[in-house]
């Protein structure tokens, strides 16, 4: 009988006026966004005009709206994510040469960034001019990808701007359509009724849900059977592998490493049930506030693990939730009725249509391809570079990724030892892959296109530049997705960067275990290329 009767309200309350309106506020809104993202976000990547012409256009058509005009859970965030990448802007600056710019984008490079911090205390007061900060992280970016093979990962910030960006259009969507008065005024109601604009803060947090509920997805469609993942992955040896890589936080005490590989060895499938099913219920979590702060505190508390644990530090996700905990804080007395519940599931289900939303659902192996460079000096010293001292592209290099593919010549997994497939990770775990046919180096390095050679020598120009009468350069202070870690990278902390004569790029084929807390790595196969800096 209650099934019924709750049918029978769901069926009233979808065909009523007020969801019906919303609805269709909800889809133009999102048609809006999606337009908007790709005139404006794809298009200012590589033609600088339109970053003034579409999204500056944009943000002034908005202005009308101020930031007093948003429910006090879309001001928490906005001004969160506003205040974020203000300082972002102004702390990543950018570490690249400038050769191969026009005037325009060395301008907007270099200045434009004081410029992008401006709009970001505009967007304070008024939302819409946040709009051309969230562009310019996406240009900025964009030139970095540009120096290199592959493009930059953009999973660390882009849930962050397409959450602002979609609460800003929204709020100026459903504006318009009062003033037109295709959208009824709101009457006064019960406290425990959502009002239009806390749904629409609901839709976009559940737009970020998705990146979590596709990452379960992900888990389950890896495997042979659903629970694949949840019983077969080794997920401890991504510890080791960040070792191996020097990017493991607590890599100063083997006790530490030790008590942590071990403890997730020993609980694995424990740990993995916990995330997996953690993650998949992001697609209900909105249906009770209260779940919704609960699961989002569940996952930053996911992200401090990983970030111990690997080195991956998800930092923009953390604050982002944080202030999605704050929000909802506010939103305690209200309840989400069955058609909005089934509104929100439907916003992560079908996020992926309209949004950017991450899958990160892999199998982990200890076979891993640690690629890495290294600073042979004037008198000889072999030195390793860490993945920090590449400033904005350090994401790269942390991530293994300035060669993407090495399967010619090397193992078929890819960063920290990750595949998607599961007859690869089964031969992984026992450290049976074969390294393939070829020598990916020599291909690479022989093409006269090659963006790693030539940038290595302008970028060592221009840290030498900014390098203090020491030879030093303060690289651990910028801010990193993924981090390499002081302790690890001694030799060349104190190596004077004027006495570097050769960069040495390596590709190891490894298999690596654990013992005692301290990484063994065999290697299988080697190979590398020296860039000479006297050679131009």
Request: contains cysteine.
């Amino acid at each position: 009988m209650n099934l019924f009767t709750n049918m029978r309200a769901l069926r009233l309350e979808i065909t009523g006026p007020e969801f019906k309106n919303f609805a269709l506020l909800l889809l133009a809104s999102i048609a809006v966004f999606f337009v908007f993202k790709c005139a404006g976000f794809y298009t200012v990547e590589k033609i600088s005009s339109a970053f003034f012409l579409i999204v500056l256009g944009v943000a002034a058509a908005g202005s009308f709206l101020k930031m007093s005009d948003f429910v006090l859970p879309s001001r928490i965030v906005l001004r969160t994510i506003f205040g974020l990448f203000g300082l972002y802007v102004l702390a990543a600056y950018p570490t690249m040469p400038d050769a191969g710019l026009s005037a325009l984008d060395g301008w907007l490079l270099h200045y434009g960034r004081f410029v992008a911090a401006g709009f970001a205390a505009l967007a304070l007061l008024r939302p819409s001019f946040g709009l051309v900060l969230l562009a310019y992280i996406f240009w900025f970016k964009g030139q970095l990808s540009a120096f290199f093979i592959a493009k930059l990962s953009v999973t660390d910030y882009m849930p962050l701007i397409e959450v602002a960006a979609f609460i800003v259009i929204a709020q100026m969507i459903w504006m318009v359509f009062a003033r037109l008065k295709l959208y009824p005024p709101e009457a006064p109601r019960d406290e425990r009724i959502l009002n239009t604009g806390e749904k629409i803060f609901l839709c976009a947090v559940a737009v970020h849900m998705a990146n979590y509920f596709y990452s379960a997805v992900q888990k389950i469609l890896i495997g042979d059977h659903p629970l694949s993942w949840v019983l077969e992955n080794q997920t401890q040896v991504l510890t080791s592998n960040a070792l191996a890589y020097g990017q493991l936080p607590i890599s100063f005490s083997p006790f530490l490493t030790g008590l942590s590989y071990d403890g997730l060895a020993l609980l694995i499938v424990a740990v993995n049930f916990v995330l997996f099913f953690g993650q998949l219920f992001s697609l209900i979590a909105l249906l009770r506030v209260r779940w919704g702060i609960w699961t989002t505190l569940f996952y930053d508390l996911t992200h401090v693990v990983i970030f111990i644990t690997s080195g991956i530090f998800f930092y923009k996700w953390i604050i982002l939730n944080l202030s999605v905990v704050m929000a909802l804080e506010t939103l305690k007395k209200r309840v989400v009725s069955p058609a909005i519940g089934l509104l929100l599931m439907c916003m992560v289900v079908s996020a992926p249509a309209a949004f950017w939303v991450a899958h990160l659902g892999w199998w982990d192996t200890p076979q891993t391809n640690i690629e890495y460079f290294s600073a042979i000096t004037k008198d000889g010293r072999e030195i390793k570079v860490p993945s920090n001292y590449f400033g904005g592209f350090s994401i790269a290099v942390g991530q293994q990724r300035l060669i993407p593919d090495k399967t010619e010549g090397f193992l078929p997994t890819t960063t920290y030892g990750l595949t998607r497939d599961q007859h690869i990770m089964e031969q992984g775990l026992a450290c049976r892959l074969e390294n393939g046919a070829g020598d990916v180096i020599t291909t690479v390095f022989a093409d006269p296109e090659n963006k790693i050679e030539p940038f290595i020598r302008a970028y060592h120009q221009w840290v030498l530049k900014r390098a203090g009468p020491d030879g030093h350069w303060s690289f651990d202070l910028y801010p990193h997705h993924i981090f390499s870690f002081p302790w690890d990278f001694t030799a060349f902390n104190t190596l004077n960067l004027n006495d570097i004569a050769t960069y040495r790029y390596t590709i190891q084929s490894a298999c690596v275990r654990m013992e005692k807390g301290r990484a063994v790595i065999t290697v299988t196969k080697e190979g590398h290329h020296d860039i000479r800096l006297d050679t131009p």
